[in-house]
């Protein structure tokens, strides 16, 4: 045991494993040189407009990575960057998108702000307000009756609770079907880690922006991937969010990627060889 994460709440050594990824994997930072690298290369020659401003905050500008080939209203993959609210940026990403501009899909990389600058319910309403701005863009073409939305990690978390917002706080925008791809959906085990020294929520904030608390889903379906090279904590929290969402009547799938870690596990989502870039594939396709 530790300093409080939480008011009244000491750091758990057992939470402690099964979240703190940092220890865990030191490998992640040559992960992520490689993902900047591969999305650099790919920036360069997409026809990709970058920082396009949604919000007043400083990082909230998302990527705009158009088909390889004119279509006149493709459909739309909003991806979410990771980082437990604290860390990383959309523009690492970007590597996630030729596959799908080759298959005539738009991609959109969402930025929003980072704690401990901002609270974690802020950052919940950037990920709502950078859908509702895409749907109110005119200058953007994409089949609003096609959006899916697909993130990481804490990516996984915001991408789950935009599959449960009305389109309403959406601009009108009616998501069809959300990838989280190893999120966080119960908040509360966060409070005993020292993530939360830079989130900071407490209790009240934790339980209120759990997806595993939703109510309800407007999105249709759920694709819950995680790698099975993850922690008991993550593998678990999204076999119970799949548990849930079933329970009501949401078609929800659970996705268990062989041979892959808490980091790497984007690289199918990458991949057009790949079950999970497939299974997305399909969810953005008519129907």
């Known amino acids: 045991m530790g300093s ?3 008011p009244g709440r000491a750091i758990s050594d057992a939470l402690e494993r099964e979240y703190n990824l940092r220890i865990r994997h030191p490998e992640r930072d040559a992960v992520y ?6 999305s650099a290369a790919y920036r360069a020659r997409a026809l990709c407009r970058s920082d396009l401003r949604y919000g007043d905050g400083p990082r909230c500008t998302l990527d705009w990575y158009a088909p390889s080939a004119p279509v006149a209203l493709p459909p739309l993959l909003v991806f979410i960057h990771g980082g437990y609210w604290r ?3 959309k523009r690492t990403f970007g590597f996630i998108a030729p596959a799908y501009n080759a298959a005539g899909i738009a991609v959109a990389l969402v930025g929003y702000d980072l704690a401990p600058e901002v ?4 950052i919940v309403d950037e990920a709502h307000a950078a859908h509702a701005w895409m749907a109110r863009e005119r200058t953007l073409a994409f089949d609003r009756s096609r959006v899916v939305v697909a993130g990481h990690s804490a990516g996984g978390h915001l991408a789950a609770l935009i599959a449960a917002a009305e389109p309403e706080r959406l601009g009108g925008l009616a998501v069809r079907a959300a990838v989280p791809v190893s999120g966080v959906f119960d908040l509360e085990p966060l409070l005993e880690t020292s993530v939360n020294l830079d989130v900071r929520m ?3 904030e934790a339980r209120r ?3 595993i608390r939703c109510e309800g889903f407007a999105a249709r379906h759920l694709l819950v991937a995680v790698g099975a090279l993850e922690t008991d904590g993550f593998i678990g929290q999204s076999r119970r969010f799949v548990d849930c969402a079933r329970a009501l009547g949401v078609e929800a799938q659970f996705m268990l990627v062989p041979g892959r870690t808490h980091f790497d596990v984007l690289e199918d989502l990458a991949d057009p060889a790949a079950a999970l870039f497939r299974d997305t594939l399909k969810l953005c ?3």
């Open 4 to 6: 409080e994460a939480a």
């Open 33 to 38: 040189r490689d993902f900047d690298a591969r």
């Open 87 to 89: 860390a990383l940026d």
């Open 119 to 122: 609270t974690l319910s802020r």
């Open 202 to 204: 407490g209790v009240e």
């Open 209 to 211: 922006l759990s997806p």
């Open 285 to 287: 396709a008519p129907g």
